[in-house]
Structures are given as structure tokens and as C-alpha cells.
């Protein structure tokens, strides 16, 4: 089905750990986003990717880092992960108006 | 800096009744797009609804609509003949003009009383 696919769906992790969070469209979309939500607080944009080969800095970035693997493809990293950092993650992308949302990623930091 | 708020946390509404939901705005650019999603708990996020700065028509999709007052900057979902379904987290986002980043507001919650 097209969409937007995201992996994994749960992860625990220890403090300190690294992960990478998996997005995947293919809806030939240039833009993607990486946003986080938490109770309250709506979602957070944390990066985002205008076109293949670019990628920018949202409102909440610190604690990570991401890959523009292709146009398909963007990938989230928590190189030490901080029970500050969890959250559920989402996944988007867009062409024209209005997101595309991945189903997202419910991560606990522990 | 651009701003989103929606100050109703939560909302009540009979089956069948027409809600609001309240948004407001912050904006320096003429250009710029709004939108609403809907989180059901399963939490997926769905699109409902587009409105552009330049539209003169409301914006309407089925029984959404979306009340746009420009010089008041606000963005209200008006959702008509409600039903057990829409029981859901709703967001509002608005896109500045020129820019990939969209913001979101922090959400209502919104319960069908049967």
C-alpha cells in the first residue's frame, strides 16, 4: 500500500543506547519530516528534509541526527539516548498540501 | 515567530450536534497554508482539511469545514452532525509560505457523547 512506513513501531531502550529510527515513502515525495509528540505539547519538528540530499534543523534537534539515504528514505539516529527522549516519533511527508503520516514509533527510554 | 493555539484542552459533544474547535494563529506572512489532522487512538494522524491564505471560500471536506477569519487569524474546525467516530485528538498546523516546516498546535480532545 502506498504511504509512509516507519520502523519499528515499539523499541525500549537503556540510557545511553543508539538507535535508528526508519522511515520510508513511496509516494515520490521530495519533502520529509521528523516529529515528535508528547502529552501536551502537540508534535515538535525535530528535522526535516526539503529535497534528496538536503536536511535542516526543526524546532527540538538536539539528541539527534538524520540521513536523507535517498528520496525514499530518512532515517532518525539517537546516538545516546536520554530518557528525555521518550516520546512517540512520527514520520512525514508531503507533496503539495498535507502531510502523509508514518503510523509512528512509540520509543521508552528507560 | 509563527505560533499555533488551541485552548480548548478538551471538548464535549452530543452525537449528532455540530462542534468548533478553536485555532488561532501567529503569523508576519501573507502566505501561508492551514490545516487539521485527526489522531483516533490508535494514533495514526489523518488529514482533514486545507485552507490558503488566499482562499476566499471557507474550505469544506464532507462534514468538516473550517471557519477561516484572516484579520482575526483564527482557524476553527466546525465539524457538523458529529458522530461516535470523531472521538478523537484533533490538531491544528499551519504552514508558512515558501517554507517546508509546518507547526502544530498542542491539541483538543474531542469526546461523542451517545
Known amino acids: 500500500n502506498a504511504g509512509v512506513t516507519q520502523t519499528p513501531k515499539f523499541q525500549v531502550l537503556k540510557t545511553g543506547q543508539s538507535m535508528t529510527l526508519q522511515c520510508a515513502q513511496d509516494?515520490?515525495?521530495?519533502?520529509m519530516y521528523w516529529y515528535r509528540q508528547d502529552p501536551g505539547m502537540g508534535l515538535r519538528l525535530i528535522y526535516y528534509?526539503?529535497?534528496?540530499?538536503?536536511?535542516d534543523k526543526g524546532e527540538v534537534p538536539n539528541g539527534y541526527n538524520v540521513s536523507r539515504l535517498n528520496k525514499r528514505e530518512f532515517s532518525l539516529r539517537l546516538e545516546s539516548a536520554a530518557p528525555s527522549q521518550t516520546s512517540v516519533y512520527f514520520c512525514?511527508?508531503?507533496?503539495?498540501?498535507?502531510?502523509?503520516f508514518g503510523s509512528g514509533t512509540r520509543l521508552t527510554v528507560v | 515567530a509563527q505560533k499555533i493555539t488551541q485552548t480548548q484542552p478538551g471538548m464535549f459533544v452530543q452525537e449528532k450536534e455540530a462542534v468548533t474547535l478553536d485555532c488561532t494563529y501567529d503569523?508576519?506572512?501573507?502566505?501561508?497554508?492551514l490545516f487539521w489532522y485527526k489522531q483516533p487512538s490508535s494514533g495514526e494522524m489523518i488529514f482533514l482539511i486545507y485552507?490558503?491564505?488566499?482562499?476566499?471560500q471557507n474550505a469544506t471536506e464532507g462534514r468538516y469545514s473550517l471557519n477561516f477569519q484572516k484579520a482575526r487569524k483564527s482557524a476553527n474546525l466546525v465539524i457538523s452532525a458529529s458522530q461516535l467516530g470523531d472521538s478523537a485528538m484533533y490538531f491544528c498546523?499551519?504552514?508558512?509560505?515558501?517554507?517546508?516546516?509546518?507547526?502544530f498546535g498542542t491539541g483538543t480532545r474531542l469526546k461523542v457523547l451517545a
Open positions: 512525514a511527508s508531503i507533496q503539495g498540501n498535507g502531510y502523509t
Open positions: 509516494m515520490n515525495h521530495n519533502s
Open positions: 528534509s526539503a529535497s534528496e540530499g538536503t536536511t
Open positions: 503569523t508576519s506572512d501573507q502566505s501561508y497554508g
Open positions: 485552507q490558503g491564505s488566499y482562499d476566499e
Open positions: 498546523a499551519m504552514r508558512e509560505g515558501g517554507t517546508y516546516k509546518y507547526i
